[in-house]
């Protein structure tokens, strides 16, 4: 029974719907951003979530595609770890499932360091989507000689490979 499998079935059809909807009535310019927010949910729920830094901590949490001033395009619902996008690169399936349709548009997509990894930069730009953004110190992939590299203040170093480039 399709029930079992996923948790959001009573409320999928009302985001695909929103999202095929969008889809028809507005056509996006050359930029676009990822952002994550939270439905404020006080009650039971399996998924629910806690994220220190939001105004309202606990509720659901929402992947958006949005345009830099805020007009949603896309939302993904996040239904905890059994999501069907959830697993192993979990932040570049999300990116992936988002940007579905707009790929190979040459948009400039921009992302936090939540979202961004020299894989998925290296996998987007192959698309023809340039991709800017934040990148933790820590994520995997990224060129080691550049991260332990000890800086003064002021001081600047990069490394590019094709049309991909690391900023320190």
């Not at 079992?4 to 676009?32: A, M, V, W």
């Not at 830094?53 to 345009?67: A, D």
């Not at 203040?153 to 990069?158: F, I, K, N």
Request: include cysteine; charged fraction near 25%; glycine fraction near 8%.
């Amino acid at each position: 029974m399709e029930q079992d499998n996923d948790r959001l079935f009573k409320i999928n059809p009302i985001s695909q719907h929103f999202n095929e909807t969008t889809d028809h009535i507005y056509k996006p310019g050359g930029k676009l951003c990822i952002s994550e927010a939270i439905v404020l949910w006080l009650g039971r729920l399996i998924f629910r979530q806690y994220i220190k830094s939001k105004r309202h901590r606990y509720g659901i949490k929402l992947y958006e595609l949005c345009k830099p001033n805020e007009i949603v395009l896309r939302v993904k619902i996040y239904a905890g770890k059994y999501d069907d996008l959830s697993g192993r690169n979990h932040t570049s399936n999300i990116v992936l499932a988002l940007m579905d349709g707009f790929l190979n548009s040459s948009y400039e997509l921009y992302m936090d360091n939540y979202y961004n990894s020299v894989g998925l930069a290296k996998n987007l730009t192959s698309k023809s989507t340039y991709v800017c953004g934040t990148l933790r110190f820590d994520r995997k992939g990224n060129p080691e000689n550049l991260v332990k590299k000890k800086l003064n203040q002021g001081d600047s170093e990069w490394l590019r490979s094709g049309s991909n480039m690391v900023n320190k």
